[in-house]
């Protein structure tokens, strides 16, 4: 999850995902809860190493002038989409309750729920961060359904530590004032029960997103994601 919020790769290369690195990654949910669900984690690695192939992809067409066709690529973006599309958080939710048995299962289902939809609004920025065909009302509708899971989460419940990272994705993605309210008061929760220096930063990273969108900047077509990477910084919001 830390690699979505970093500089875009240009030189090394991100972890390949393959069946190999999905067992692992089931071991270890077993072991130790990841926070977001094992399924979800693995496409974040499909998702960015789909994007470190496109920079690839066209490096090569500036060079030899070969690439892979365009219908190619939204054939796999399509996948992608619909893979998020299919993952199930209730049997999500109902499978992890022996591995986790102190949470309450609804805030399982919850947790899992805000993570499917903002993974979609992760997915939908980064492999088409400049299509304005994409209606926003679809992507915002996302973001609605992020924040009110990650509300039904009480700030006492061992899952509540785990919301971060949807939450600043959703947030990046809240117009209206009603909204970022309780996006900031969901923020402030997090503040008082953890004291963490991610909580902070984030929230002032999405401030400026805020404002640059306030004030028309390239944020008010949903390009945050390009304001992250000309920022230059390295945020591991998790």
């Known amino acids: 999850m830390g690699t979505t919020l970093a500089t875009p790769y240009k030189i ?9 690195i999905f067992n692992y990654l089931q071991r270890s949910e077993k072991i130790s809860f990841l926070g977001c669900p094992v399924d979800l984690v693995y496409l974040i690695l499909v998702i960015n190493w789909q994007c470190w192939y496109m920079v690839q992809d066209r490096r090569s067409t500036a060079e030899d002038h070969t690439t892979t066709s365009e219908q190619a690529t939204l054939d796999i973006h399509a996948s992608i989409i619909t ?12 499978k ?5 048995p102190e949470s309450d299962i609804a805030q399982r289902i919850s947790l899992a729920s805000a993570y499917k939809s903002a993974i979609m609004i992760y997915a939908i920025r980064v492999l088409h961060p400049h299509n304005r065909l994409l209606p926003s009302v679809l992507v915002q509708s996302f973001a609605i359904q992020t924040i009110t899971n990650l509300c039904a989460i009480p700030a006492q419940d061992p899952f509540f530590k785990c919301i971060l990272w949807p939450l600043f994705i959703a947030g990046a993605e809240t117009h209206v004032f009603e909204q970022r309210e309780i996006v900031y008061g969901l923020f402030q929760r997090f503040w008082y029960t953890l004291r963490s220096a991610n909580v902070s930063n984030a929230a002032q990273v999405l401030g400026h997103i805020w404002r640059r969108h306030d004030n028309g900047g390239n944020d008010a077509d949903g390009n945050w ?3 992250l990477a000309g920022e230059g910084t390295e945020w591991l919001f998790v």
């Open 225 to 227: 994601t390009d304001y």
């Open 96 to 100: 992890t309750s022996v591995s986790v």
């Open 12 to 20: 090394t290369r991100p972890m390949i995902p393959t069946p190999d």
């Open 83 to 94: 893979q998020i599309e299919c993952f199930e958080p209730i049997a999500w939710g109902i």
